[in-house]
């Protein structure tokens, strides 16, 4: 027998009295949890309250500073996961990688960026789980200004909407980053689509005509290999194998379009950067299998080279 809603909202005031920042945020949720979970009349009414007071927390306080929100790079290239509340972002992430993050059916779940590291064709990519972004972000409002800071520094950006869910959402974050001056490529991932029909993806795509749309289900593991490889290619990276004494190392070193077989030596060592005299190819950049080149030879995704000394 759930506690009368009176009675709930009573205690809730109660163990709010005093709390700020965090402290008051950890007893929201905290509350929520207890809450029971009816999707309409006063419960309903006091669960919206309930999250209203995060993000009024997080305003008021200043729970996320631009200092404590500043995310380490790691791996070849980092990516954000972008989007409103509550549409899978933390889901994906945590199919995508080993990390552990706590998820749920209610906005805010997560307060902080949350970074991950993937492996996409051998190399290591950082995801970074981005809070959900609202209306008024490039205000500081629900603490966006420091999270869109964290935007500035990324490779570039996935933008999350739920298959069936309402593109306006999307379209006001996407509103708030135009607002911040920030550009970065893009594309946009069609979340939980097991649960969403072809129609809903097919919205999503009319509503946002300059991004590529890719359906993905946590559940479908071509989906999330789809995702890695779309992942891969807004990178814009190179993946160059080395090859020595006949063997393929299956590790890839990540280049910089452009790059040449000088770097590909440089990435090994230095010495060997300044000292090779040519290299062997094997890939799409050769004209044959084993074509002898020299140090620059622009290389491309997918080759071989073994460094001739």
Known sequence: MPMPHRTFAQVAK????????????????????????????????????LISEIEGTRVK?????RDSVAVRREGAAQVALVGPPNVG??????????IQIKTGDYPFTTLRPVPALTRIGGVLVQLVE?????????????????LLGVLRSVDAIVYCCR?????????????????????????LVATRADDADPASVAQLTRAFPDLDVLPVSILDEASLEAFREAVWR?????????????????????????????????????DLGASFSGALVWGPSARFDGQRVGRDHPVSDGDVVEIVR
């Not at 972002?89 to 080993?98: G, I, W």
Request: overall charge neutral.
């Open 89 to 98: 972002k933390s889901s994906l992430l945590q199919a995508l990688s080993e």
């Open 61 to 65: 306080s200043g729970a996320v500073h």
């Open 234 to 270: 807004l990178t814009g990276l190179l993946r160059v194998r080395l090859r020595s004494n006949g063997a393929v190392d299956p590790e890839p070193v990540a280049l910089r379009p452009g790059a040449t077989v000088a770097d590909v030596a440089d990435s090994v060592h230095h």
């Open 14 to 49: 109660r163990r709010l009295t005093g709390k700020d920042g965090r402290e008051r945020i950890r007893e929201v949720r905290a509350l929520l949890e207890e809450l029971p979970d009816y999707r309409n009349g006063p419960y309903a009414d006091l669960r919206k309250w």
């Open 163 to 187: 298959a069936n869910g309402d593109p306006a959402e999307l379209e006001a974050v996407r509103r708030e980053i135009d607002l911040a001056g920030i550009e970065k490529p893009g594309v």
């Open 130 to 146: 981005i809070p959900g972004l609202i209306a008024g972000a490039s205000e500081d409002r629900g603490g966006g200004r420091a």
